[in-house]
């Protein structure tokens, strides 16, 4: 156990809908991190934040959104649906500069 | 960050050590080699990392040439537990846009 939470852990939905993913990253973890896991893209970074403000972005369509909560949880927003965004989105935490701790995930299929 | 070659896959008998080899020869002088592994559709998982020197932890060792350009991680004693896909990935330490960029990473299949 990473002391990563996400939810929910499935999400099946229709194209043209918009859904919400949340994560809950380690004690004390000031970075959260979202990553895309497609089978014909493998892993890929999306997007960074640290104590609520964006530090990096990455492969992110402009659908996509995310934001960093005072308590550090953090939400991915995923808008207008499409079939190819099926995939396993994971979050991960760290406390600086060191390594990255990982959630779970959460799988969506798009109908 | 530099990029990694790492061989598709790989196999091991249980018990026997696990060998997993990386190539990093454009590596930095102030970029680390860190090691993730994915056990089926789990959250990846770190394992280990370092810069110079031999690294050793409860998981695994990693041993990286004298002229960085290479790093072989190490599993002892492999179980079938340790079938997952492994993920060498060099990147800068710092507060700056830390993300993680994985590669196809080894298929590791650990055999009875």
């Known amino acids: 156990d990473s002391g990563v939470t996400q939810t929910p852990k499935h999400l099946i939905t229709a194209t043209g809908q918009r859904v919400t993913l949340r994560c809950s990253p380690r004690s004390g973890d000031l970075s959260v991190y979202w990553y895309q896991q497609s089978l014909d893209q493998g892993l890929q970074f999306l997007i960074h934040y640290y104590n609520g403000e964006e530090r990096a972005k990455g492969n992110i369509l402009e659908r996509f959104s995310a934001q960093q909560f005072p308590d550090l949880h953090s939400e991915l927003n995923l808008s207008s649906l499409e079939l190819g965004d099926s995939a396993l989105y994971f979050c991960?935490?760290?406390?600086?500069?060191?390594?990255?701790?990982f959630g779970p995930g959460t799988r969506l299929t798009v109908l | 960050d530099a990029k990694t070659t790492q061989p598709p896959s790989m196999d091991c008998a249980e018990g026997r050590a696990a060998n997993l080899p990386c190539n990093h020869s454009t590596i930095s002088g102030n970029e680390y080699v860190y090691w993730y592994r994915q056990i089926h559709s789990q959250g990846p998982q770190y394992i280990i990392h370092?810069?110079?020197n031999n690294e050793t932890n409860e998981m695994a060792s990693l041993i990286i040439t004298e002229d960085r350009k290479s790093s072989t991680l190490i599993l002892p004693h492999a179980t079938l537990r340790d079938t997952a896909v492994y993920y060498c990935?060099?990147?800068?330490?710092?507060?700056?846009?830390?993300?993680?960029?994985f590669g196809g990473g080894t298929r590791l299949m650990v055999k009875p």
């Open positions: 370092g810069l110079k």
């Open positions: 990935i060099v990147r800068v330490y710092n507060n700056a846009g830390n993300m993680l960029t």
């Open positions: 991960a935490s760290s406390g600086g500069v060191g390594e990255q701790f």
